[in-house]
């Protein structure tokens, strides 16, 4: 036998702590393969193709407007009602698109997994990144109406805090892969959950000033009874860091944004775990 040819050695998880993420290093070329796979199967046979990325959001920044905005009086005084929804949105959107594709990551891809051996994590690694390319471009279209409105002195006012935007981000995509893959760990023994998933996000986005402006219910506002609770949520600081960039409503409160960092590196850490233990006996109860 050769010495010099390299040789890859697969060998079992031997602990909780044991879980190889500098493998996945070694697999980056099949990440971005899965990426290109997913943006491109989302879109094949469509007639509108990558449109619906701004369709989506448009549509339901148009019913948020109308129905929480106009009709409950929900939005924030002083900006325009469809670009206080619509920065919600995008934002959310990536979110929970990420959440949901990433909590079916082994029921959805059974056949893949059963067959050929690479790092599980891969798979919903290449879901928060293909959800990017969506994002980028709902996130381009935003901006063209955040210009629009600031120039036409519509009470839109971005400000320094767009910076944050990548660190914004990288969050949304941490908190939703640590929080899918615990689901889809989960799921291999409870299908239950994955009738859950859909109705748990809709809870989640009412628990999230994305249809509403928190600090106009008196409740939700600083000083207000149930602030503390509300802004426990990981999701309402990010939410609220971003409008203000982009809006200048609202404000930032750098301490709950710091547990809301503490929330998704723990939600992270103990979603790695629990995917890196079930991923080894996963085909034997998928």
Known sequence: MDEN???????????????????????????????KRNFVSLYKQTVLGPA????????????????????????????????????????????SGCLTTTSSTFIANSGILGKVYFPRLVMPISTVLSKLIDFAIQYAFMIIFVIYFALTNSGVHPNWYMLMTPVLLLQLAMLSLGVGIIISAATTKYRDLRMLVSFGVQLWMYATPVAYDMFSIAGFAPGG?????????????????FRYAYLGIGGVDWFYYGISWVVTLVILFIGVIMFTRVERTFMDTV
Request: hydrophobic share 50%.
């Open 52 to 95: 619906w990325a701004v369709i989506q959001p448009l549509l339901t920044t148009v019913v948020f407007s109308l129905v929480f905005g106009n009709i409950a009086g929900l939005a924030a005084d002083g900006v325009p009602t469809f670009i206080f929804y619509l920065t919600a949105n995008v934002m959310w959107g990536y979110f």
């Open 225 to 241: 009874k149930y602030y503390h609770i509300y802004m426990c949520n990981p999701v309402t600081p990010i939410i609220n860091m």
């Open 5 to 35: 040819r390299p040789v890859t050695v697969i060998k079992p998880h031997t602990g909780w702590l044991d879980l190889h993420l500098g493998e996945l290093l070694h697999y980056k070329d099949l990440i971005f393969l899965f990426v």
